[in-house]
């Protein structure tokens, strides 16, 4: 009552750009939307993963729902007894050990390669997405003045630093003992990283960009890794999947994982390099007829990004309530 239920949420995908885009373009929307997830979080015991038609469909990885309901809490969308209910079921659902192994990811700081899984294994990715998604619950921890929760998933959200190997310079995923899985190669799509390779996921560190540029041994360093992910082509032979699709080098705009990656060269102070390949995006992936996009829509994500570029703006982080500068596409745009 007094609300709209909204449902199918492919929350890994558009926790990136679409939520944040309601929150900016239709924001009374955007806040039933996270009311939505709020009440089937209540009505089932955990957050939505994949929503579809007001079931679960459990598909993809991540607690994402956290994100969009840190945001639109953070950006005033909800109401203050809404924001209260929404860190106690992000909390409830973090804290879920028997659940797609949550409980080894808070006793080991990782998701072991090796673990008994119910699903698919993605370890990698599982590691990095929890860590991103618990510093999502730290920001609103802290924004309703719950210091000890948010100390507790701060910590938990450099957990990623748990899986780079420094021999390497990469995200690896870790067995239960402690060692890396080898051999290993970042340019391999394996069942521990979702629909993507080590080039993509070693950039999933949107909440501490310079963490991940220390570990990358400094801003050359971390800008000379950059360009190699744009420059780097697989080879004519390789057996790409279906969704690595809008490729260039070994970036791919036809999946979500890439999608804040270009905007990274910001944090090097290189605007200069994240406009010219964003330019060169929102130019060669997207056209104005049918089959236009480059990959999967995603419920949204996919035009999402293309709104915000073309704006000059994008949420690398959408909790932060920061707006990476790119170069817009218009003189002038209106909101």
């Given at each position: 009552?007094?609300?709209?239920?909204?449902?199918?949420?492919?929350?890994?995908?558009?926790?990136?750009?679409?939520?944040?885009?309601?929150?900016?373009?239709?924001?009374?929307?955007?806040?039933?939307?996270?009311?939505?997830?709020?009440?089937?979080?209540?009505?089932?015991?955990?957050?939505?993963?994949?929503?579809?038609?007001?079931?679960?469909?459990?598909?993809?990885?991540?607690?994402?729902?956290?994100?969009?309901?840190?945001?639109?809490?953070?950006?005033?969308?909800?109401?203050?007894?809404?924001?209260?209910?929404?860190?106690?079921?992000?909390?409830?659902?973090?804290?879920?050990?028997?659940?797609?192994?949550?409980?080894?990811?808070?006793?080991?700081?990782?998701?072991?390669?090796?673990?008994?899984?119910?699903?698919?294994?993605?370890?990698?990715?599982?590691?990095?997405?929890?860590?991103?998604?618990?510093?999502?619950?730290?920001?609103?921890?802290?924004?309703?003045?719950?210091?000890?929760?948010?100390?507790?998933?701060?910590?938990?959200?450099?957990?990623?630093?748990?899986?780079?190997?420094?021999?390497?310079?990469?995200?690896?995923?870790?067995?239960?003992?402690?060692?890396?899985?080898?051999?290993?190669?970042?340019?391999?799509?394996?069942?521990?990283?979702?629909?993507?390779?080590?080039?993509?996921?070693?950039?999933?560190?949107?909440?501490?960009?310079?963490?991940?540029?220390?570990?990358?041994?400094?801003?050359?360093?971390?800008?000379?890794?950059?360009?190699?992910?744009?420059?780097?082509?697989?080879?004519?032979?390789?057996?790409?999947?279906?969704?690595?699709?809008?490729?260039?080098?070994?970036?791919?705009?036809?999946?979500?994982?890439?999608?804040h990656v270009a905007y990274l060269y910001n944090h090097i102070g290189r605007n200069d390099k994240a406009c010219r390949y964003?330019?060169?995006?929102?130019?060669?992936?997207?056209?104005?007829?049918?089959?236009?996009?480059?990959?999967?829509?995603?419920?949204?994500?996919?035009?999402?990004?293309?709104?915000?570029?073309?704006?000059?703006?994008?949420?690398?982080?959408?909790?932060?309530?920061?707006?990476?500068?790119?170069?817009?596409?218009?003189?002038?745009?209106?909101?």
């Amino acid at each position: 009552e007094g609300w709209s239920n909204y449902s199918t949420f492919s929350l890994w995908d558009t926790y990136r750009a679409a939520h944040p885009l309601y929150c900016l373009i239709q924001p009374d929307k955007a806040a039933d939307m996270a009311r939505s997830i709020l009440r089937f979080a209540q009505q089932n015991g955990r957050l939505p993963v994949w929503n579809m038609f007001a079931s679960e469909t459990d598909m993809m990885i991540g607690y994402h729902s956290a994100v969009v309901l840190a945001e639109a809490a953070l950006k005033g969308l909800l109401t203050p007894d809404e924001q209260r209910q929404a860190l106690e079921v992000c909390v409830q659902t973090a804290n879920l050990d028997d659940y797609r192994e949550i409980g080894l990811y808070r006793q080991l700081g990782y998701v072991p390669a090796d673990a008994e899984f119910e699903g698919e294994n993605w370890a990698l990715s599982k590691t990095l997405e929890y860590a991103y998604d618990d510093y999502c619950i730290a920001k609103l921890a802290k924004h309703l003045g719950e210091d000890s929760i948010a100390a507790e998933f701060a910590r938990r959200s450099q957990n990623y630093r748990n899986v780079f190997n420094s021999d390497t310079g990469f995200m690896q995923p870790r067995l239960k003992d402690g060692s890396f899985v080898s051999p290993f190669s970042p340019d391999d799509y394996t069942p521990y990283i979702c629909e993507s390779n080590a080039w993509h996921y070693l950039w999933s560190v949107q909440h501490d960009v310079d963490g991940l540029i220390g570990l990358l041994g400094g801003r050359e360093s971390f800008e000379t890794k950059l360009d190699s992910l744009f420059s780097y082509s697989p080879a004519q032979d390789d057996d790409l999947p279906i969704f690595s699709t809008g490729m260039i080098g070994q970036y791919v705009h036809g999946n979500e994982p890439c999608h804040h990656v270009a905007y990274l060269y910001n944090h090097i102070g290189r605007n200069d390099k994240a406009c010219r390949y964003i330019k060169q995006i929102m130019e060669e992936q997207y056209a104005n007829e049918p089959a236009g996009l480059c990959g999967n829509e995603d419920c949204g994500q996919m035009s999402a990004w293309y709104v915000w570029s073309a704006l000059g703006l994008y949420p690398l982080d959408p909790v932060s309530l920061n707006y990476e500068l790119g170069e817009p596409m218009f003189d002038e745009a209106t909101i």
